[in-house]
């Protein structure tokens, strides 16, 4: 007799998120913030000393956010910082490879989103504005980082990633996974209590 597949993540909480059919109480932003803040973006293939965590992109791109759309509401903000939470469980893929793996990858990708955004407050489906908004700060945090950090050259990061039309004059530095942590935390903590930052 086969048992069944295990489908679930243990979190550092004690959680069991079931990644088929993930439910707003079993997330807790302290277990994203952990596993972005020690999840590499570019599969790790950065300059410094430290990886550049997804949670360090995740700021990156909330920053970008405010930026791009002046006076734009706390819970956009909000959604910006959370654009990558799935990644806490599924991992950071770079993007030909979640290309190449389809809809398997999108579906589980976006049952976790759709939980985390229930949990935090945030509708399960983003106004479609909201998610344009998001995708053009998210890109143009992917050629920043592709210049300054994995070795692209500006024409390479304009064919391959983005080409942002004034990209911002953002240096990025790579910090420790428990700074990454702490930063994420605090930014999210910012956002749910209303903080003008």
Same mark, same amino acid.
């Given at each position: ?21 993930? &439910?707003?109480? +079993?997330?807790?932003?302290? $277990?994203?913030? =952990?596993?972005?803040?020690? @999840?590499?973006?570019?599969?790790? #293939? ?59 990858? &999108?579906?589980? +990708?976006?049952?976790?989103? $759709?939980?985390? =955004?229930?949990?935090?407050? @945030?509708?399960?489906?983003?106004? #479609? ?69």
């Amino acid at each position: 007799m086969k048992t069944s597949t295990r489908a679930w993540q243990r979190m550092l909480s004690g959680r069991r998120l079931n990644l088929l059919n993930p &439910t707003p109480v +079993d997330i807790e932003i302290e $277990d994203i913030a =952990h596993g972005l803040s020690r @999840l590499a973006r570019w599969n790790g #293939q950065t300059n410094g000393v430290w990886a550049y965590s997804v949670a360090e992109h995740s700021l990156l791109v909330e920053r970008i956010l405010r930026a791009q759309n002046q006076g734009i509401g706390k819970r956009w903000q909000k959604a910006s910082l959370l654009h990558d939470a799935p990644e806490y469980v599924i991992g950071d893929m770079i993007t030909p490879f979640k290309n190449f793996l389809g809809v398997d990858y &999108t579906d589980i +990708d976006a049952r976790l989103c $759709d939980a985390i =955004h229930v949990r935090f407050g @945030l509708p399960g489906d983003l106004p #479609q504005w909201v998610q344009k908004a998001i995708h053009r700060a998210d890109k143009t945090a992917a050629y920043l980082e592709s210049i300054q950090l994995a070795g692209f050259s500006q024409q390479e990061a304009k064919r391959y990633i983005a080409n942002p039309k004034t990209p911002p004059e953002i240096r990025i530095n790579p910090m420790p996974p428990d700074e990454a942590k702490t930063a994420y935390l605090k930014r999210f903590s910012e956002l749910e209590n209303g903080a003008m930052l």
